[in-house]
Each structure stands twice: as C-alpha cells, then as structure tokens.
C-alpha cells in the first residue's frame, strides 16, 4: 500500500502564512511523489486551500483534511462544524480523537468512535489518533490503553473500520521532540494491526501513521517498519521543506 503523509497544522496559520506554506510546498514537490499526501488545516482556511490547490497544479497530488468534526448532523450545536460541511469543503480526511482534544475538551473513547462514524457516514476518511502518555507507558499500560481507544471505535464501525485509518500518537512525543524509537513504534503498531486483523478480513487496507515529533532526520528509519504506513506531522508540518524531506525520506 502507499504510504500516507499528513500534515496537521494545529492551530496555526493565516492566510499570508498559508499561502507562503503551500506555495513553497508546490515548488518543491516537482514530480508525482511516490506516497499519498494530505494537509489537515484548521477549518476556516479549508476553502483557501482547495483554492489554493486550483492556482498550483503541484498540489493535485495533495489531499485536505480537518482536524475535528462534530459527532451531530446538524442543528443546535453551537460551533461545530458537520460532516457534511466538511464535506461541502472538499475535505478526504478528518482528524478524530487527537490527544490534544481528548486532554484539553475532555473527548471519550466513545464520542471519538462517534466522531469517525459521522465521517465515514459522509464519504470522509477519519484518521483515528490513539496513544499513552507518559504515566500510562511507564506504568506499562501502553497496550492496554491504545486498545481500549481503538477498539470503541471498531465497535462503533462494525465493517466499515476497514475504511479508517489509524495513527498511532503516543502523547508524550508529540511537540516534545521525543521521539518513539523506531523498535518502540513498530511494536504498537504491530499490537494495533493484530487487533485490526482481528476486526476485519479488510484489514491490509487500514494504514497505521505513526505520530510525535517526526522529522526530515528521524522520519526514514520510522518509516522503513513494516507496520509503519506514514506518518502524521505536527510541527515539521507547518516547515515547507521539512514536510518536503519527510515526503523524500518515504520508501520506495
Ligand atoms: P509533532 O510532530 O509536533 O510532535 O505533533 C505530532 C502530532 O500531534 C500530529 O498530530
């Protein structure tokens, strides 16, 4: 399968900055890459993207993504944003369930579950964030908790889980610029794909990202694990020429 660089640009950016980001994006990419490519931006700069996108033909190749959707189809729900409208947008991908909304707006295993369905109802593919913090990993809880994370939403999803995609974030490497040891990332990506396996004869298809603190120098050897099918970037992400090398370092 190809493999899947994205970009999660948090919140940052404006509409000069995320000009300047794609326009040396677009420079640098040249020929076809060899892996697929999304850019998940927050979601009141989706429609300058896609515009963005239209003046650079370079930026075919790249697909956009939010960073959260609502788990409700419409009506009351004061500041959120639907699947449908980030349908309505162009988006192919859509964050759930990133720690930072799970830390600082108290998201569940089950309103994350909810969260990807809403997407999948809408044709958008979730890209399903799991990870231990440092507490649970020292306390040799890692498998037990990315489990429990993924499997509310395999049970939420029934067959349709073989449409997501998962990125594995452990919480204390992300914006740390510590970094899971390559060995360290393939074992929970191996737990993670058994789990998958045990879900779904689909289950070939569900890429495994692999997220905190990748970048130009460490992403190669992330990557060249087996169970390993890209990564999700934060800050690098928001660099045009470190995304630029982390899309270079992909295997052929
Ligand atoms: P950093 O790459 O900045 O560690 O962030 C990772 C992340 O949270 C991507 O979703």
Redesign the pocket.
């Known amino acids: 399968m190809k493999k899947l660089i994205a970009g999660?640009w948090k919140m940052n950016g404006s509409l000069a900055a995320n000009e300047a980001l794609l326009t040396a994006l677009a420079a640098g990419l040249g020929k076809i890459p060899s892996c697929e490519i999304a850019v998940c931006v927050p979601a009141c700069y989706l429609p300058q993207v896609q515009a963005l996108k239209l003046t650079h033909s370079a930026l075919g190749a790249v697909e956009v993504g939010a960073q959260d959707i609502s788990a409700h189809a419409s009506g009351a729900y004061t500041g959120e944003v639907s699947a449908d409208m980030l349908k309505d947008l162009g988006c192919r991908y859509v964050?759930v369930g990133?720690s930072e909304r799970r830390q600082y707006h108290a998201e569940t295993d089950a309103l994350v579950a909810d969260k990807a369905k809403s997407a999948l109802a809408a044709g958008i593919t979730p890209i399903v964030?799991v990870g231990e913090t440092l507490d649970e990993r020292e306390a040799g809880r890692t498998e037990e908790v990315v489990k429990r994370q993924l499997a509310a939403v395999i049970h939420a999803n029934g067959h349709c889980i073989s449409e997501v995609v998962v990125?594995y974030?452990p919480v204390w490497?992300?914006?740390?610029g510590k970094t899971a040891s390559p060995e360290e990332a393939q074992a929970v990506h191996a737990v993670l794909r058994a789990q998958l396996k045990a879900a779904t004869d689909q289950s070939a298809r569900i890429k495994i990202l692999y997220?905190?603190?990748?970048n130009a120098a460490n992403a190669a050897t992330l990557l060249a694990q087996p169970d390993i099918d890209g990564g999700?970037?934060?800050?690098?992400a928001l660099k045009p020429q470190d995304f630029l090398k982390i899309i270079a370092a992909v295997p052929v």
């Open positions: 999660n964050i990133h964030c990125a974030e490497a992300i914006g740390t997220g905190g603190s990748m999700l970037i934060g800050g690098a």
